[in-house]
Structures are given as C-alpha cells and as structure tokens.
C-alpha cells in the first residue's frame, strides 16, 4: 500500500476528491489517499509542500507558481479548476466603507505572505490603478482571523472566496464591496519533485481517478444539494457556483504560464520568469 498524502482547503471545490476517497477508488489500486485540511490556504500548502508534510497540494495556480520560481521543489502536473476563482473583497460589519474607491491605500487582511489573498490584493490594485507600492497588510492565518482583524480594526478589508464567505455576508458579519476574479484558470494540482521522481505511477492512477470523478461531478443526483448540505452554503448559491465552475483533466497550457508570470512579474511579484517547461510536469 503507497500512503499519499494531499493537502487543500476546505472548501466545495474540493468535495470530488472527498467522494472519490470515501469511495474506495484510491484503496482498489493500493493507494492510502491521505487529505489534510489547510485552512490558512495557498500559503500554507506552499509551506507543507517544502516541509514535505504533504506529497500533493490542491492549490491556486498564482501561488504556486511564485513559490516555484522562489525555490519550492515541486511540479504542476495538471489544471484542476479551469474557470477563474471569484474573490469577495469585504469589509466588516461596522466599517463605515460601502465602495471600492474607499480601500486605496487602506490595509488588508491576508492569510500569509504568498498566499492568494496577499497576491489577488496586488491584482485587484493593479486593476483599478492603485499604486501598488502603498499597499498594507495585516497576516491574518486564516478566514477565522480575518473575521476577527476586521471585526476589531486591525485591518479594513479581506478577500477570500466569494461563495466560501456567502454565508459570513448573508448572516451580516461580513460586508461585500466587491468582487475580483482571477484572470486565469485558479486551481492546480502540485506535487513534489520526490514524489514524481519515485511514485509518477501513483501520482497518474490518483490523476486517473480524480478525472473520472470530476468529467461527471456535475451529473451525480442532487449534487447541489450534497454540497449545499456539506458546505453550509445557500441552494441557490451552489447552483450558481456550479453554473459557473469547470473542472479540467490536462495540463495547464504553456502560453497561459507565460501570461501568469508576465502579470505577476509586472507587479514586482516575482523577480524573474522562467521556461513553462521548469513549472510542469508530464506524466
């Protein structure tokens, strides 16, 4: 039996990858699946994934991307959601900011350095011409955290996933000022250069298996209301978000990582751009 150990949040997206190891699918082929929750997201999996306290990270496709280039040993082998991620840009539920506009210069809430927060922050900036220079962060760990910087004023503002934070803004401890989707596909999966040198074999039945799950995800009876159900969230909310998702079974494309890294360079985030090649792995 190979133990595999995978890292990602905890959030719908990921619900294939539950119903896949609830159902055994992994196990048939001799493989012990082993999920690890990260709630402190992109971040922290970059984390794990040096540490080697996980083998696979289910991760946004800008963080890993950064921390690649900056030295972090592994590989993307392939796209898993190919549509763009929809951040919430929120504020607290006593900030007296009701527009966009108001945040320039205003100082946000992020999980870590690194993490999806801190790089759509620069993103949404560039967006709207802030001068990127000026921006302020307060690290927050994760969505637990930031409800409480902004609730108490240590930051003013927090984006996260727009669908994850729906119920914090329905039950009024959030407010939503707007929203900011990522300009490319926003989740990957990464595995370590170790793992693929020793278990590419594994690594392609898990991406087997994974496939087929997700080709159909949509098509199961009543899937809206089984994550509607899991994921606390809003019937209408989850029928909206599937409307609005799709999974892919490939590699991510070469000009697509050439396009990340020119608009992650351009904001300073990244300090040099290399070969799509040294980002990718093909099994």
Same mark, same amino acid.
């Given at each position: 039996?190979?133990?595999?150990?995978?890292?990602?949040?905890?959030e719908?997206?990921?619900?294939?990858?539950h119903?896949?190891?609830?159902?055994?699918?992994?196990?048939?082929?001799?493989?012990?699946l082993?999920?690890v929750?990260?709630?402190?997201?992109?971040?922290?999996?970059?984390?794990?994934?040096?540490k080697?306290?996980?083998?696979i990270?289910?991760?946004?496709t800008?963080?890993?991307i950064?921390?690649? /280039?900056d030295?972090?040993?592994?590989? %993307?082998?392939? #796209?898993?959601i190919?549509?763009?991620? @929809?951040?919430?840009? &929120?504020?607290?539920e006593?900030?007296?900011?009701?527009?966009l506009?108001?945040?320039?210069?205003?100082?946000?809430?992020?999980?870590?350095?690194?993490?999806?927060?801190?790089?759509?922050?620069?993103?949404?900036?560039q967006?709207?011409?802030w001068?990127?220079?000026?921006?302020?962060f307060?690290?927050?760990?994760?969505?637990?955290?930031?409800?409480?910087?902004?609730?108490?004023?240590?930051?003013?503002?927090f984006?996260?996933?727009h669908?994850?934070?729906?119920?914090?803004?329905?039950?009024?401890?959030?407010?939503?000022?707007a929203?900011?989707?990522?300009?490319?596909?926003?989740?990957v999966?990464a595995?370590?250069?170790?793992?693929?040198?020793?278990?590419?074999?594994? /690594?392609k039945?898990?991406?087997?298996? %994974?496939?087929? #799950?997700?080709?159909?995800?949509?098509? @199961?009876?009543?899937i &809206?209301?089984?994550?509607?159900?899991?994921?606390?969230?809003?019937?209408?909310?989850?029928?909206?978000?599937?409307?609005?998702?799709?999974?892919?079974?490939?590699?991510?494309k070469?000009?697509?990582?050439?396009?990340?890294?020119?608009?992650?360079?351009?904001?300073?985030?990244?300090?040099?751009?290399?070969a799509?090649?040294?980002l990718?792995?093909?099994?």
């Amino acid at each position: 039996m190979h133990t595999i150990k995978i890292g990602g949040v905890p959030e719908h997206f990921n619900l294939p990858w539950h119903l896949s190891i609830e159902d055994g699918n992994y196990l048939e082929k001799n493989i012990h699946l082993d999920w690890v929750e990260y709630p402190g997201g992109t971040g922290a999996m970059c984390e794990a994934l040096r540490k080697k306290d996980i083998d696979i990270a289910i991760i946004l496709t800008e963080g890993i991307i950064k921390d690649i /280039i900056d030295g972090n040993p592994s590989k %993307i082998v392939q #796209t898993y959601i190919q549509t763009p991620l @929809i951040w919430g840009i &929120h504020v607290g539920e006593k900030s007296n900011y009701t527009h966009l506009s108001e945040l320039e210069n205003k100082k946000a809430a992020i999980s870590r350095y690194g993490s999806g927060s801190h790089l759509m922050a620069h993103v949404n900036a560039q967006n709207h011409n802030w001068d990127t220079s000026l921006l302020q962060f307060e690290v927050v760990k994760n969505l637990k955290g930031a409800i409480e910087a902004l609730t108490i004023g240590e930051a003013d503002y927090f984006m996260w996933e727009h669908f994850t934070t729906k119920p914090l803004v329905d039950s009024g401890i959030f407010k939503r000022v707007a929203d900011c989707p990522t300009p490319w596909p926003c989740f990957v999966i990464a595995v370590r250069e170790e793992i693929l040198n020793t278990n590419a074999k594994q /690594i392609k039945t898990i991406l087997d298996i %994974i496939n087929t #799950t997700t080709i159909d995800f949509k098509h @199961i009876p009543s899937i &809206h209301k089984t994550l509607a159900n899991r994921y606390d969230q809003q019937l209408e909310d989850i029928q909206k978000w599937l409307e609005l998702t799709e999974w892919s079974q490939s590699l991510i494309k070469k000009n697509t990582l050439i396009e990340i890294q020119n608009h992650l360079y351009n904001l300073d985030i990244i300090n040099k751009k290399v070969a799509p090649e040294k980002l990718i792995f093909e099994l």
